[in-house]
T-cell receptor, first 116, second 111 residues
Framework: GAGVSQTPSNKVTEKGKYVELRCDPI?????LYWYRQSLGQGPEFLIY????????DSGLPNDRFFAVRPEGSVSTLKIQRTERGDSAVYLC??????????????FGPGTRLLVL | AQSVTQLDSHVSVSEGTPVLLRCNYS??????LFWYVQHPNKGLQLLLK??????LVKGINGFEAEFKKSETSFHLTKPSAHMSDAAEYFC?????????FGAGTRLTVKP
C-alpha cells in the first residue's frame, strides 16, 4: 500500500442519521490524525491517536463525534445524529511516530460528507 | 497559541512569472512550519518544511520558502510558474498534537 486511503470518497446522508468514515494509514505509522475541512477553509484538527489510544481528542466539536482505532491501524470516525453543519471534507493523516513538530503528516484524499 | 495568517486568499500569475505566496505566523516558541498544496480532488501534499535547521528551505517542484524570525514570516516562492502549479496552498504551523492550517491561498496560473 502506498499512501493513506479513506472510504467512502463521498457520503450523502440525511439529518439525524449515523455515519462512519474509515481511514487506512500508511503501514507502520503509529500516529493517526483526523481533520475536518469546511468549504473555503483550511483543515482543523479533530483527534490524534498514538497506537490504539486516543491521545488527544480536544478538537472534537461535541459528543456526537467519536473515533476508534482498535488494532492500532485502521481508524473509524463516527458521527451520530448528523447535522447540516457537519457537512465538510474529513481528512485523515498518519505519521511515523507522532512527533508533529518534526514529522511529516501524510494525508489521505478525504471523505466528502454532505448532510441533507 | 500557534497560528498562521495567509495574507492573500487568491493570487493570479502568468505562466513563466514568479510566484509569491505570503504567510505570517504567531508562535510562543520556535515553530515548525510547513507548506502543503492541495490540487482539486487530491490529497494534501507536503511541499516543504522548516524545523529550525537552514532558514532557506527548498521543496519539491522548484518551490522554496524562507523563515524570517524578525518578520515572523514564511513566504513561499517559485521563480517561474507552471500551469500545473494551479492549486490551493496552505501554510501550516505545528500545534501539538496536530497542526494548525491557514485559510489557504488559491493560485491561478494564466497561459
Amino acid at each position: 500500500g502506498a499512501g493513506v486511503s479513506q472510504t467512502p470518497s463521498n457520503k450523502v446522508t440525511e439529518k439525524g442519521k449515523y455515519v462512519e468514515l474509515r481511514c487506512d494509514p500508511i503501514s507502520g505509522h503509529t500516529a493517526l490524525y483526523w481533520y475536518r475541512q469546511s468549504l473555503g477553509q483550511g483543515p482543523e484538527f479533530l483527534i490524534y491517536f498514538q497506537g490504539t489510544g486516543a491521545a488527544d481528542d480536544s478538537g472534537l466539536p461535541n459528543d456526537r463525534f467519536f473515533a476508534v482505532r482498535p488494532e492500532g491501524s485502521v481508524s473509524t470516525l463516527k458521527i451520530q445524529r448528523t447535522e447540516r453543519g457537519d457537512s465538510a471534507v474529513y481528512l485523515c493523516a498518519s505519521s511515523l511516530t507522532g512527533r508533529p513538530t518534526q514529522e511529516t503528516q501524510y494525508f489521505g484524499p478525504g471523505t466528502r460528507l454532505l448532510v441533507l | 497559541a500557534q497560528s498562521v495568517t495567509q495574507l492573500d486568499s487568491h493570487v493570479s500569475v502568468s505562466e513563466g512569472t514568479p510566484v509569491l505566496l505570503r504567510c505570517n505566523y504567531s508562535s510562543s516558541y520556535s515553530p515548525s512550519l510547513f507548506w502543503y498544496v492541495q490540487h482539486p480532488n487530491k490529497g494534501l501534499q507536503l511541499l516543504l518544511k522548516y524545523t529550525s535547521a537552514a532558514t532557506l528551505v527548498k521543496g519539491i517542484n522548484g518551490f522554496e520558502a524562507e523563515f524570517k524570525k524578525s518578520e515572523t514570516s514564511f513566504h513561499l516562492t517559485k521563480p517561474s510558474a507552471h500551469m500545473s502549479d494551479a492549486a490551493e496552498y496552505f501554510c501550516v504551523v505545528s500545534d501539538p498534537p496536530g497542526m494548525r492550517f491557514g485559510a489557504g491561498t488559491r493560485l491561478t496560473v494564466k497561459p
